[in-house]
């Protein structure tokens, strides 16, 4: 049951930024963003607002809106 929570890599793509610029603006190891962008595991919703202000997009932007296997 993997599902892709956020949409990192899309937004990143979208920004021309890197999961290295974003690890060095939070203070995070980069291997951290690198499991947020494989959908390993999760940001904490405070870090989520701290990433959609670092890249300059909604919360919501970051994350994946294809919640209808949730429904199947």
């Known amino acids: 049951m993997n599902k ?15 999961s290295r610029w974003l690890a060095e603006q939070l ?9 947020w962008c494989t959908n390993t595991s999760q940001p904490s919703l405070e870090t989520l607002f701290q990433i959609a202000e670092c890249l300059g997009v909604k919360v919501q932007d970051l994350i994946s809106k294809d919640t209808s296997k949730d429904h199947e």
Not at 4 to 18: G, I, P, Q, S
């Open 4 to 18: 892709d929570m956020n949409r990192l890599k899309v937004v990143f793509a979208e920004t021309k930024r890197t």
């Open 27 to 35: 203070g995070k190891d980069q291997a951290t963003v690198s499991k």
